[in-house]
């Protein structure tokens, strides 16, 4: 009998402990959103989001609510951009093309080459480190650009 209220005691004790713990903190809605590659579609062609190394996305302000925009393919995030001047963006994500991890945008170097074979055939990828941009352009035969240049080109907003 001692062992099952010991048992219900320590059941009563714990439970809150582990209700807050797997609570955890609420995610900054300013982080990259998850993409559920295979299911997700993107916001600008529609098309199923299935490959993390051409992946975008934005954090856009809709009356005052961030809301994610996801793409299958850089170009698009900024085509997507283009069309919809009026949107707030308040993010700019890509992936890393060697790491696969979500980097800031503004701060990334582009490779573009008719070689890369992204998605919706904008041809371009993204690097963290401006030396394995350099690396990977000569292995494609590709250009480097900063997100200004490729922003310029495909005509998507200025950044404040």
Known sequence: MRGRRCALLATLLLSPLVLFAACGPAADPL?????????????????I?????????????????????????????????????????????????ASLAWIDALAAHYVRAAAIRSPMGHGLVAFAERDAADAFARTVSGTVASFEALRRTHGAPAVP
């Open 31 to 47: 982080d990259p959103p998850a993409i559920v590659y295979g299911e997700d579609v993107c916001d600008a062609c529609g098309m």
């Open 49 to 97: 989001v299935t490959d993390v190394r051409f992946a975008a996305a934005t954090i856009v302000e809709v009356d005052g609510v961030l809301e994610p925009r996801r793409f299958d393919d850089i170009g698009d995030m900024l085509a997507y951009h283009a069309e919809h001047r009026t949107l707030s963006v308040r993010r700019w994500y890509v992936h890393d093309h």
